[in-house]
């Protein structure tokens, strides 16, 4: 591709609305823009991009025994109805009626459509196992788009569906999507670890979440890691024993209440009554699908909202407003307690329900309550974990530590069981004629996440330095001088030798300066650059340079093919 007949816009300046640095970079390097929020625009660069993941993650799903297939975006609500999902997805399925009244919506996931399709036509375990997959768009409504193509509301996704007759064979296929995953990344260069993760509204009895690790501040999920055995699993469904031991009284005392002026965090109330923030309970007031509830985590520890949301089943759980505080405990935000609160249920943590003697707001303005006792003083609605493990706590499994790493979930697989399969009536009959559901799994890689969520790793702070196997091109060609009909010449040779040796070349042909080309060049971050100018090619030689390494080569003309062949071979 010649850089003038293609269509490549890249910026000088930072643009605002990007946090990320892999956001930037997609920005000013000229592969996305922004359509509407969530919403963005693939270029030729960036289409090149996603062309190259997804023949990996294409060739790998065609390894493992999936079979392509294309499902719609648009689907009839009415099967999203018959397995629950449509009442339970919420805001995030975008939802429409067509010409005819009929209720439609995009599917940000195929599920349903996939059940369906197979139902009543996958009717014996001869036809078993199967797994279908797709490379599609999905839609989710998301209610915070952010970070470009990392969240966005339309995105492109592959999607694999497993059918098996037995858990045996499940399992195997579960296995087989497992080490597929590990091939397709470790092909696009990223090194990712699988992470036990919460099943959420996808239901089913255990999930895994492929997550790349990162330094920046990209990482959108937190991931704890047992420091002795293989455990790992992300902040939301995280399991662990709190390593802290609490002094406790010996006996309950007597409630008190006392005035804390000024004081409603948590910081202040310690710093006022000179206690211990372990000593105190947070009472934490969510909207669930629109209801109040109350959740008590202990002072020093994080409430975990994906537990308290599968506590409660909410659909949509929202922090309460300060008027919903005000009106759930007649008192302004930073003073919510248990006692006397009848206005909601109250989910209570073990690790608060161990406090003999605690601290709690007073459901008053300024007021906190002192030796407040569970059973005592308050009934709890259920004593269950709602607190997040952090660094230093014990590991659920073994006695070794916790410690915690940012990472971007890149893919993950779910073991569906037979929730979908038993909602639409998708059944096969054994080899002695019983009939059961079909045992399902569903696998997703975020096609258009990934190669971003590379980028947070693979940059400077020059631009993008693509791994080889999802760059747009391998090489870029950069004649200095397009007056010069010498250099114009070699590097119309040397584009036509690499092209024909199946090597993807991008020539910037371009009759800017060379600090111009330069800098687009290391902005862009295809693999290898090539220079050609008047003094290297006077000794019949032009540059050759990794954008990953600040070595120049010098290489014959005749030999560029075979050099460029070479270093990318050393080029991750
Ligand atoms: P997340 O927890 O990040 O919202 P998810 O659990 O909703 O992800 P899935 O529904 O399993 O993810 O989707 C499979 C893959 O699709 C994810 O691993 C991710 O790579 C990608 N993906 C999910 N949501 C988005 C989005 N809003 N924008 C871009 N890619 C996404
Ligand atoms: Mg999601």
Redesign the pocket.
Known sequence: MRWTQSYIPTLREDQSEAELISHQLLLRGGYIRKLASGVYLYLPLMQRVIHKFSNIVREEMNRAGALEITMSVLCPSEVWKETGRYSTVGKEQMRMKDRHEHEMILCG?HEETVTSLIKGEVKSYRQLPLNLYQIQVKF?D?IRPRFG????RE?I?KDAYSFDATEESFDESYQKMVDAYFRIFKRAGLDVVKVESDT?AMGGKAAHEFMLLVNTNGGEEIIFFCDKCDYTANVEKADFRPSNKVSTDAELKELKIVDTPGAATIEEVTAFLKVDANRLAKTLLYMADGKPVAAMVRGDRELNLTKLKNVTGAVELEMATPEQVMKSTSAPVGFAGPVGLKSCPIYVDPLVAGIKNMIVGANANEKHMLNVNIGRDFKATEVIDLTSAQDGDHCPHCDGYLSSKQGI????TFMLGTKYSESLGAKFLDAEGKEHPIIMGSY???I???PQAALEKYHDDMGIIWPKDIAPFLVELIPLNMEKESLVETAEKIYKELTEAGIDVLLDDRSDRAGVKFNDADLIGLPVRITIGDKSLKEGKVELKARSRDEVGKVPVEEVVSAVKELLKKLN
């Open positions: 996931t989710r998301e193509l990392m969240r966005g995105f996704m959420g979930e890149v893919g993950n997703g890689i975020g258009t996440r990934t």
